[in-house]
């Protein structure tokens, strides 16, 4: 297979990184991974498999990172004097997940592919399915989830005190201090 770096900007001027896997032999077909909270495009060593399955059936597959990617992460501008974004796992907003997906089709669409899979892993499942019912994109002609979470059954199993939290973080927000992280684990490793 045939392996490429690329930057990918969003409609809101970030930059995404990713690696494109492609079929020796030409393809109009490609399968868009997203990955799960704080993951990455090379964080889950299935993707090595999956890259080489989907590679060895005739599909590219770009696997690129999302604004939710690693704990915390610097976002640049595609413009060299812009500002950077402070965003990562911390600090994103789960609907801003269509923005990411979107770039991730628009670039599959550029370079020459006209059959779409997009396919999400963990909280990645969710974004994809969450993309598909806000944007009705009909460049999407198959959707593919796995392992797929429940994260608010997940906060409250995990949490004992995942009411109190919640409302922490409600309060933090109203007092304009949203950008402020939980002074304590929510759950899980992160």
Request: aromatic share 10%; no cysteine; hydrophobic share 35%.
């Amino acid at each position: 297979m045939k392996t490429s770096f690329h930057r990918i900007p969003t409609d809101d001027d970030i930059v995404l990184q990713g690696m494109l896997f492609a079929p020796e032999t030409e393809t109009k077909k490609a399968y868009l991974h997203t990955h799960g909270m704080a993951g990455s495009f090379y964080g889950n060593r299935f993707l090595d498999d999956l890259s080489k399955g989907l590679t060895d059936s005739g599909y590219a597959f770009l696997s690129m990172n999302n604004r939710g990617h690693d704990i915390i992460a610097d976002f640049y501008s595609p413009d060299p004097n812009g500002k950077s974004r402070r965003i990562g796992n911390a600090y994103e907003k789960f609907t801003e997940s269509v923005l990411d997906i979107k770039a991730g089709i628009d670039f599959l669409e550029k370079a020459g592919y006209m059959e779409i899979v997009l396919g999400g892993h963990s909280l990645g499942a969710n974004k994809a399915a969450y993309y598909i019912i806000e944007s009705k994109d009909a460049r999407v002609k198959k959707l593919v989830l796995m392992s797929t979470p429940d994260m608010a059954g997940l906060a409250e199993k995990e949490n004992a005190h995942h009411e109190q939290t919640l409302e922490q973080a409600k309060k933090l927000v109203a007092e304009g201090k949203g950008e402020e992280l939980l002074p304590e684990i929510f759950f899980g490793e992160y």
